[in-house]
């Protein structure tokens, strides 16, 4: 078994701040993602990256720039931070052999901006 | 594009009952996966269940099971003698076609809320 850790739990921010938030795992797996959660609506792939130093833009990449420093860790930044801005960023990972593989979901962080 | 549409926001049924729920998809591939994930109320997302394209049979894992319905390009999603712990949010999500094998990229539906009562 394994574990996704996420970092911070709560992140509140200003307009146009800078927000940097951080995921690991010890699963081993080698592609990881990030997701952005809004109320009512689903899960949008942010940034993906199918191995160290690897970055794939999802989705919703416009306003977000993303890391892999190691095969362990990935970390994405808010470049500048929304007035009024509430939703819930989801680190996951999944082996990367299989088409299939279900993909592992942290336990979020719950981004406010003020 | 891929679309995953959940038309159903939520249902409410009676505990041990049957819960059904819907997910239609679009997409051009041949071959594809489709994919259930619950998210409790603690905020955790969980991989349920999964139904590879090329499969006539329905998929199955413990009391969840799938109606896969290829010419409808629909994938519901059943819930046998439900509990109380049933109640969730339950998102479907289908696999992009990717250019290399790597990674998973999914598109999810916007979820069917279900609340199992006493």
């Known amino acids: 078994g394994g574990i996704i850790t996420q970092t911070p739990k709560f992140l509140i921010g200003q307009e146009g701040q800078k927000l940097t938030l951080k995921c690991q795992q010890n699963?081993?797996?080698?592609?990881m993602y990030w997701y952005r959660q809004d109320s009512g609506k689903g899960l949008r792939l942010i940034y993906y990256?199918?191995?160290?130093?690897?970055?794939q833009k999802g989705d919703l990449s416009e306003g977000y720039d993303a890391s892999r420093e190691k095969k362990s860790s990935f970390s994405l930044t808010v470049t500048s931070a929304q007035k009024n801005e509430m939703a819930v960023f989801l680190c996951?990972?999944?082996?990367?052999?299989?088409?299939?593989?279900?993909?592992?979901f942290g336990p979020g962080t719950r981004l406010t901006v003020l | 594009a891929q679309k995953v549409t959940q038309t159903q926001t939520s249902i409410s049924v009676v505990e041990k009952t049957t819960v059904t729920m819907d997910c239609v998809y679009e997409?051009?591939?041949?071959?594809?996966?489709l994919f259930w994930y619950k998210q409790t109320a603690s905020g955790e997302i969980v991989f349920l269940i999964r139904?590879?394209?090329?499969?006539?049979e329905n998929a199955t894992v413990g009391h969840y099971s799938l109606n896969f319905q290829k010419p409808k390009s629909s994938i519901g999603l059943i819930i046998t003698a439900t509990q109380i712990e049933d109640s969730a949010v339950y998102f479907c999500a289908m696999r992009d076609y990717m250019t290399n094998s790597a990674g998973n990229k999914l598109t999810f539906g916007i979820g069917t809320r279900v609340l199992v009562r006493p």
């Open positions: 996951a990972s999944s082996i990367a052999r299989d088409n299939y593989a279900e993909q592992f």
């Open positions: 990256s199918i191995t160290e130093n690897d970055l």
């Open positions: 699963f081993n797996h080698d592609t």
């Open positions: 997409t051009r591939d041949s071959s594809y996966f």
């Open positions: 139904q590879d394209s090329y499969k006539k």
